[in-house]
Nanobody, 118 residues
């Protein structure tokens, strides 16, 4: 069982920055792909950014150049640095850990609210 705890959400003005953190309950990054997802009211959950055990990253088009996913293996923590935030980035952001060798094994955090508004 993997536990994920997100933090760092809040209210920010357009153009501002936030850094989200996802603390995992153990050293999992070598066998779990980590991802940040978001879900806005009335919309489906969508992948924002991901990082593989090998360190490869991917981003959805609308956040490329503004968001950066990274991880600290010593701290068992994944980060999402979000810059130049826009109102359309407003959503609940979730962290996900997906086992790369066992299909269907995945864990979610509880989510953290990000609101971009003036």
């Amino acid at each position: 069982q993997v536990q994920l705890v997100e933090s760092g959400g809040g209210l920010v003005q357009p153009g501002g920055s936030l850094r989200l953190s996802c603390a995992a309950s153990g050293s999992i990054f070598s066998i779990y792909a980590m991802g940040w997802y978001r879900q806005a009211p009335g919309k489906q959950r969508e992948l924002v950014a991901g990082i593989t055990p090998g360190g490869s990253t991917n981003y959805r088009g609308s956040v490329k150049g503004r968001f950066t996913i990274s991880r600290d293996s010593a701290e068992n923590t994944v980060y999402l640095q979000m810059n130049s935030l826009k109102p359309e980035d407003t959503a609940v952001y979730y962290c996900k850990a997906e086992h790369v060798y066992s299909s269907g094994v995945a864990y979610w955090g509880q989510g953290t609210q990000v609101t971009v508004s003036s």
